[in-house]
Each structure stands twice: as structure tokens, then as C-alpha cells.
């Protein structure tokens, strides 16, 4: 969903909730900021949504009014002014700034990202001069939060319960098996596994382990044929060099599955690995979806592939990826992003797509004339693999440049 969906969405609640605030305007005081930014990060919310502030709505009401021209902040201000504040173990909440437009009003929000390094204080008091109520004061040493649609006052410290929602959170011991997951996928050192990597082991989690399941062996068509018998074009990622082109008769590549173990449960995700060729190591398949047919034509080869930051695949590529590569083909392996976008979450993919969509004739035109000299030999220039691939190098290079543009970055 985008953000001004998900904001229009929670403005209709007509109430704040666990993880969001509604604020007829910006700050006045830092002091009430900051400490409303640690409670957002620390908010107690077991679905571990990000928070936001959000500026322009009448605080009781909760009737659309709009932001109001002054005052208003950029993402510039508040991150460095979060830097300027001594927090314990120097890790500060991941904060964005967005402008989004409901019903012709612009509305302000503060995001703040939901990560599991809770709970979030400060080392040293930070104050400031509240006009007309004297002193505000967010202390050191003490954990504010968020629970339900209430803040921690600025002379308390947060609940009990709270507190220890907090501190679990940060160790991977609550939340979803998703989220459980990820938390031990991060850290790739606690992982090990045997030589022929059938069940990986963590060191720091003895609830989980990732077992393989299946292994198969795809056999290859005839040499003289190699235009149509690579079967590397099911999976483009395997594109990053020539070394992992099928040229020989009868060879073969190799697919194996992995499952998740967590808490003595099998998980429905699944992990599908593939070893080109003349490949050591096996990589983990990214997502792959199909363009809409505004985009592409639903008679063409119209699927593209695309991972996310932290989440389970792409972790996984990268604790495979680790575990397996010596030096010399890590050069080789990392090509791989080359040609398979990463997105920062699901969210600025979906994004991503729409901006594709809106346009989709520039976007073909620019498939069409992206260059695959350095990967295709002059006799498959134009297969169904060759253009996966230009589609594929394409996504990657305007995301770039979306990013480099996009309104993510434009200050308020």
C-alpha cells in the first residue's frame, strides 16, 4: 500500500492508535519532538509497524485541516538534530520525512521506522524552554514509549510491561515468525552448516535451522542448440557472466530447496537455490512477478524478478552467498544486482511499479534499445533470455535514477 493510502487510511480511524499520531502542526519545542520520536520507536505494537506523526489534523477531532506553512520541518533538520542528541549505543531511530496529498490538503509525516535495536535512550539529558510552561526535559536513562494511543509522560518512565516488550524485541524473541526470522538471518557469523550445506545451523539461536529438502539436476539440450537450450533464462540473475552459460552437450545445472525450521514448526517460506553449470555455490532466487499489462505485453515474456532489504530472500542470498564464495567469485556473484533491482521494502517497489506504469512507453523504448553485448554472444541477441536480461539491466538502472529524483529526497 502507499503512503498516502496507508495515511488516508488512518486519518479515517477518526483515532490515534498504538503507532500512529495525529499533531495540527509541527513542533515548537525540540524537546517535545525528540520525545515523541522515542516514543514512536519504541511503540509497543506486536505487528511491528513503522509510526508516524502525523501534521495537519485537529488533535481531538481529528478533522483534516492541513499543515500549516510554518514551522515546517525536513528530513534534513530532524536527522541532524536526532545526531546532535548522545543516545545509548549510539543508535538513533531511522526517521523519514514525506509530503502527501489528501484531498488537496498537504499533509506532513514523520516516519518512523519500526527496528528491533529497542529500546531507544538517551545518555545525557536533553532540555529546552518550553514558552510559557517552563522547562521541557527528556532524561537519560530512561525508556519512554508508546502504548496504545498514549505516550510516556516526560516525568515517568515507561511501564513494566512495556520495557520488557522492548528488550525482547531487540533480542528476536517476539513478534512474527517473519520478523523471528529475519532477526537471526542479520547476523550471518552465528551461522554454520556442513560442506554440502543440508542443514545450516545458527550459534545464537538453537530455534532454528534451515533444512534442505530437495535436489535436482536439470538436464541441458543438445550442444548446437545453445540459443534456445540454456536454461539459465528462468533464472536472469544467473546472468552476471558468461561463466554461467549452458555451452556444452548434456549439461547440467542444479536446483535445490531449503526449508525454515523456527520453534520446531516448518514454515510455509521456502528457499530455492541454483548452481549454474560451473558453479560452487548456489544462489538464492529473488522474487519474481509479472509485469502489469500496461506495462508489458501479457503475450511477451513479461516477468521480472526484484528482492527486498531485509527480508527473508534476500538475507538468505546474502548468508549463502557469504558461507559459500571464496574471494575470487564474489566479484562474480555480486553482478548479480547488476541486473536484479533491490528495493529498500515493499513498499518502494510498489512504488517503483507504478512509476513504470505511468511510463511504460519511454520504459519499453528503453528496453529495446539497451545494449547486451557484454552478455550475449551474437546468435542469442534475440531470445526470450535476451530481453529478461535487458529488462532486467533496465529496472536496475532507473531505479537508480528514480531514487536520485525522487520526492523521498526533496526537502519541505
Known amino acids: 500500500m502507499q503512503l498516502d493510502a496507508i495515511i488516508e487510511s ?13 499533531k495540527q502542526k509541527w513542533h515548537e519545542n525540540n524537546a517535545d519532538l525528540l520525545k515523541d520520536i522515542i516514543c514512536m520507536a519504541n511503540n509497543t505494537s506486536t505487528d511491528m509497524q513503522d509510526g508516524y506523526i502525523i501534521f495537519g489534523i485537529e488533535d481531538v477531532t481529528c478533522k483534516l485541516l492541513g499543515t500549516p506553512s510554518d514551522n515546517r520541518k525536513n528530513q534534513e533538520n530532524i536527522i541532524g538534530f536526532l545526531s546532535s542528541v548522545q543516545w545509548s549505543g549510539e543508535e538513533i531511530p531511522e526517521i523519514e520525512v514525506r509530503t502527501v496529498f489528501i484531498h488537496e490538503n498537504e499533509i506532513d ?13 538517551l545518555l545525557e539529558d536533553y532540555s529546552k524552554i518550553k514558552q510559557g510552561k517552563g522547562k521541557v526535559t527528556v532524561k537519560s536513562g530512561v525508556i519512554y514509549s508508546r502504548v496504545g494511543d498514549r505516550n510516556t ?14 528488550w525482547k524485541k531487540r533480542f528476536g524473541l517476539i513478534g512474527s515468525d517473519e520478523f523471528k526470522v529475519v532477526k537471526r538471518l542479520q547476523n550471518i557469523e552465528n551461522w554454520y552448516t556442513n ?7 545458527n550459534r ?17 539440450l543438445d550442444e548446437g542448440k545453445p540459443e534456445t537450450g540454456t536454461w539459465v533464462m528462468d533464472f536472469p540473475y544467473l546472468f552476471a557472466d558468461m561463466f554461467n552459460w549452458n555451452i556444452g552437450k548434456n549439461e547440467t545445472g542444479r536446483r535445490a530447496s531449503w526449508n525454515i525450521i523456527l520453534e520446531g514448526r516448518e514454515l510455509e517460506v521456502v528457499l530455492c537455490g541454483v548452481q549454474g553449470t560451473r558453479q560452487d555455490y548456489y544462489l538464492i532466487e529473488p522474487c519474481k512477478k509479472r509485469f502489469d499489462k500496461e506495462i508489458c505485453d501479457p503475450n511477451s515474456y513479461n516477468m521480472y524478478y526484484y528482492y527486498c532489504k531485509n527480508s527473508i530472500k534476500f538475507l538468505a542470498y546474502k548468508l549463502f552467498y557469504e558461507m559459500q564464495c571464496y574471494h575470487e567469485e564474489q566479484e562474480i556473484c555480486s553482478r548479480t544486482f547488476t541486473i536484479i533491482p533491490v528495493f529498500e521494502n515493499e ?3 510498489i512504488a517503483f511499479i507504478d512509476y513504470i ?9 528503453a528496453v529495446n534499445s539497451q545494449s547486451a553485448d557484454e552478455m550475449f554472444p551474437h546468435y542469442a541477441q534475440y531470445v526470450t533470455s535476451s530481453i529478461v536480461y535487458k529488462q532486467c539491466k533496465t529496472m536496475v538502472q532507473w531505479l537508480n535514477d528514480w531514487r536520485l529524483h525522487s520526492h523521498t529526497h526533496e526537502s519541505i
Open 10 to 22: 488512518l486519518i479515517a480511524k477518526a483515532h490515534e492508535g498504538s503507532y500512529w499520531d495525529f
Open 195 to 201: 560442506d554440502e550445506f543440508e542443514i545450516l545451523y
Open 109 to 121: 509525516v514523520l516516519i518512523i521506522r519500526n527496528k528491533n535495536n529497542t529500546p531507544y535512550y
Open 347 to 349: 513498499q518502494e517497489h
Open 204 to 220: 545464537e539461536y538453537s530455534d532454528i535451522q534451515i533444512v534442505r529438502t530437495s535436489y535436482e539436476l536439470t538436464v541441458e
Open 153 to 166: 509522560d516526560s516525568d515517568k518512565c515507561a511501564t513494566k510491561q512495556a520495557s520488557e516488550f522492548l
Open 357 to 365: 506504469k505511468c511510463n511504460a512507453k519511454k520504459f519499453n523504448n
